[in-house]
């Protein structure tokens, strides 16, 4: 029993990963799925971004840890300092935070969670405040697919990325 439950699960993920692949824009499962929203408010929906997003940004770094942490960590001081940029205040602000990106590195959607812990804050402007981010921002990667990353934000961002080595070309650590 515990085998036949195996290979249904995995089937099913197979099954559903070539279904979602082979949509249309217009059919696809997250095709009325807002650009920002809260994590709990579309929930199949959002269970679908995995199967289209089934990348992970580590995965899109080629395994590089200390290269997909920076690129991670650009991002969120990009968020802040457009946060500061229009009068945000996030200093305080703690969520969990899921960002799904293009092949070109533009982000179709964001999904956050606030924490228990994180300051008191208008989730109204937080949604509006990622939406007009995710129309500018372009993040420094592209990859042949989707991918997305799901992780902790604190602002202020105190941490600092490791060094990358640039290489000839100028790109950070090789890639680009």
Known sequence: MKYQMTIVFFASLLLGNTLFGQLSVDQSPIKDLPQVFQIGEHEQKFEDLSFVYNTSLLAACEDNMDLAYAKWLDMLQNLENFAHSNGVD???????????????????????????????????????????????????????????????????????????????????????
């Open 90 to 176: 996030l200093n305080g602000v703690k969520m969990w935070l899921n960002v799904f990106w293009d092949e070109n590195g533009g982000i179709d959607h964001m999904a956050y969670y606030l924490k228990p812990q994180s300051k008191n804050v208008d989730q109204r402007y937080i949604t509006a405040l990622f939406k007009e981010f995710s129309l500018t921002y372009q993040f420094p990667l592209t990859y042949p697919g989707k991918f997305s990353n799901y992780g902790l934000a604190r602002f202020p961002v105190f941490a600092k990325p490791k060094p990358m080595p640039v290489t000839v070309q100028g790109e950070i650590g090789g890639q680009k």
